[in-house]
């Protein structure tokens, strides 16, 4: 099978049941074959690969603390891991339609999720302060190969690129993509209307409306233990995801 779908899971931020639920949404959402991994620092099950360690030395707390997502854009890290196209996956997404479109897509680059919920003015006038990116990487589609620039970059500068950055998202809005032009830039948007935000809306200004399901679109975001109105929220405790989780 040349399709392949990935997440990665370390820490306890995430019960199993998550990687479980997601493992079920795919088989339920994918009208292509597909292989399934699971990258985690606790392999368990037969979809599980080990995440390698190789860059834990270089965190520091609260920087860059997602940089084992990056682990993936290696293929070669990962040589029992199948297929040339590849899409991502975080644990916490709610899949509304045929995740064939994503392995349907044009790929001369690679694609990230640009937040149309974000105002870009605002993302423009704070990229000198490394805050307000419009990037989200809780989706990425890519050919084998065409995301190691990525993975080498930080290999090479992995001091600097760990003690600059809080969030991997706004490492790859610096280094990565073209805020003042879009259509230009090492990583591609995926469309408007494809991937919206539980907690931030759609598309700026015009659908900003917060906590409403779009089956219109492909996939939903969350933040799991997000603080709503001054309490952490998880995605298995919304009543409207439940029914459809």
Known sequence: MNNTILCVKWGDKYGNEYVEKLKEQVEKNCSVPFNFYCLTDRPTTKDDIQLPTHWDSHYIKDRFWAYRKLYIFNEDLFPTIKGSEFLYLDQDVLIHQDLKYFFDLEMSRPYIVRGWWNDINTCKKNFGKIISTPLNSSVIRWTRGQLRPVYDYVEKHKDIVFFSYKTIDNFYNHKFYDI?????????????????????????????????????????????????????????????????W
Request: hydrophobic share 30%.
């Open 180 to 244: 003042h032009n879009e259509d230009e830039g090492f990583f591609k948007p995926f469309p408007k209307n494809d991937i919206y935000s539980w907690y931030k809306g759609n598309i700026f200004p015009d659908d900003m409306t917060e906590k409403k399901l779009r089956p219109d679109c492909k996939i939903c975001l969350f933040n799991n233990s997000y603080v709503w109105k001054n309490k952490a929220e998880h995605m298995n405790q919304i009543d409207e995801i439940q029914k459809l």
